[in-house]
């Protein structure tokens, strides 16, 4: 393929991932507030559009309107790099994530990813990832006030912690696929056991999956985990200071890890875009995506879900969960893994 | 010019620019910031020379897990802006010329223990599947030796961090929280 479109469908596909990710964040907070509103006996946002569904656009609005204060005790550089950094890797991180298969287009294929399958992408993912503490850490120090410094103490305390738990327990996966490139883990997971079980990891590493699921609400600053922005101690934690579009980036930041995050489990341990493939070609063409985005939704789903169901732990409690017992479990998940994969 | 040489220039840039500003930043929490901007530049020139493992395992380690790990603890010891000294005067008449010496010789040693010819780009087999075999196999001993450095160095860690024994009836800071 000649290189200029090869450098104009990249340009497409970053800025159609990059529109898509950010309609997907927006309606994520929408379907947040809907979910927990119905769960606690409310209607969540209903007076803008039907079903609320303007809401984010209300909000986005409004979040470009309000003033946009930078109190006078803050360290300025950092306080205003920050949320550009929250905001930045969170979106970097969906750069390497394939969402289906190869598309051919005018005698051309297009994988659908942004970048080609670099055969080191979930190292990527968990690089961008772990740069990611940074704006959060920053933000807590340079706000210069003690809930904010709390905050953010607490989240990379947290976020480092459970990084551990979150990489060993992909580690299984990594030993029966024998790739770190997502497409050839996705690949691996065609197919059915016996006839009729989908052939995804989940099953023989439902450890794993647990581990993962565990370690990515604690770095994802979500409820039951969610220490760092501890409403009744902290006032806000690390964004107390934040104002307009700037709390904004943070919690557009959140969010995109939550989708990323919802994104690496379906593809390490969900079979990613594998699904029941039938009808028309057109129809078959856009099935895989269909089913990667169905999975990814019920990711997300189970995040509210859990939201609205669990209350928050203690922080001695978080730590003593993160090192006492998910790391040993992810430690016997890996040996267990190896020693059946060898054997 | 190639962009691959562009692309070396520009991360090396980074890398002095970021190492050179660590000397001259007098917060910590700046040099530090720099320290990463230089590990993240060197992890761009290990991804232009083909090996993409070592290059997203410098920016997990080093980026993502040290550095972190020394913003926490300037955080939490709220360091506070350091007095730029005009350093002693062995530093400055052994020094400077002993940092010339040494760069001298290791241009020296490369210069001749290598081709005329510049190492291409994605010159390095950098796979992990051709990384793991050395790892696992050729070096396993030296690998293993590592490891096990570190875990002593761990439980020095451990036992320098805890505290004596006190006496029951006096609660310490960490019973309290």
């Not at chain 1, 850490?137 to 709390?150: F, H």
């Not at chain 1, 990667?292 to 003593?320: C, S």
């Not at chain 2, 530093?91 to 081709?115: D, E, K, Q």
């Not at chain 2, 050729?138 to 805890?162: D, H, K, R």
Request: proline share 5%; with cysteine; aromatic share 14%.
């Amino acid at each position: 393929m000649p290189i200029w479109i090869y450098i104009l469908s990249s340009v497409i596909k970053s800025a159609l991932v990059l529109f898509i990710l950010l309609t997907a964040v927006a309606y994520t907070v929408w379907l947040e507030r809907k979910v927990v509103g119905h769960m606690q006996n409310r209607w969540g946002p209903t007076r803008v559009g039907p079903f609320g569904l303007l809401q984010p656009a209300a909000d986005g609005v409004k979040f470009l309107f309000k003033e946009d204060l930078t109190p006078p005790h803050v360290y300025k550089p950092l306080f205003l790099a920050a949320p550009l950094i929250a905001v930045i890797f969170a979106l970097t991180s969906i750069a390497v994530i394939p969402f289906g298969n190869a598309v051919k287009l005018f005698g051309y294929t297009f994988p659908l990813q942004i970048t080609t399958d670099v055969n080191t992408g979930l190292l990527l993912i968990l690089g961008v990832t772990s740069i990611g503490v940074y704006g959060v850490a920053l933000a807590g120090w340079s706000s210069n006030n003690k809930y904010s410094l709390l905050g953010g103490l607490r989240a990379s305390a947290q976020m480092v912690s459970y990084e551990i738990s979150l990489g060993l327990s992909l580690v299984g996966v990594l030993i029966m696929s024998g790739s770190f490139s997502l497409r050839e883990i996705v690949d691996a997971q065609g197919g059915h056991f016996w006839g009729f079980i989908p052939h995804w990891y989940v099953f023989p590493q439902f450890i794993g999956f647990f581990c993962y699921l565990m370690a990515a609400y604690a770095e994802t600053n979500r409820i039951p985990f969610d220490l760092p922005e501890a409403e009744t101690e902290l006032v806000a934690g690390y964004h107390t200071e934040y104002s307009a579009m700037k709390f904004a980036m943070f919690f557009m930041a959140e969010y995109a890890n939550m989708i990323t995050v919802a994104c690496l489990a379906t593809l390490m341990f969900f079979g990613g875009w594998h699904g029941p493939i039938f009808g028309p070609v057109i129809l078959q063409a856009l099935l895989p995506v269909f089913w990667f985005a169905a999975k990814v939704f019920v990711f997300l789903f189970v995040y509210i879900w859990v939201r609205g169901t669990l209350p928050r732990f203690r922080y001695d409690q978080l730590m003593a969960f993160g090192w006492k017992f998910l790391l040993p479990l992810a430690l016997v998940n890996l040996i267990a893994t190896a020693i059946a994969v060898a054997w | 010019m190639s962009v691959h040489l562009i692309l070396f220039l520009a991360f090396g840039a980074v890398a002095v620019a970021g190492a050179i500003n660590l000397l001259a930043q007098t917060h910590p929490i700046n040099s530090a910031l720099s320290l990463i901007a230089v590990m993240a530049a060197l992890a761009g020139e290990y991804l232009l020379l083909g090996a993409e493992f070592l290059a997203a395992v410098q920016v997990i380690v080093y980026a993502g897990a040290v550095m972190v790990l020394f913003v926490f603890v300037i955080m939490l010891l709220n360091a506070g802006v350091e007095e730029h000294t005009q350093g002693s005067r062995i530093a400055i008449t052994l020094g400077v010329p002993g940092a010339l010496i040494g760069s001298l010789l290791i241009a020296w040693v490369v210069l001749r223990h290598s081709g005329t010819e510049a190492v291409a780009a994605g010159a390095l087999a950098g796979a992990p599947k051709t990384i793991a075999p050395l790892l696992f196999h050729e070096f396993l001993l030296p690998f293993e030796i590592t490891s096990i450095l570190i875990l002593i160095a761990i439980m020095g860690a451990v036992v320098l961090a805890s505290k004596p024994p006190t006496s029951p009836a006096a609660p310490t800071l960490r019973e309290v929280d």
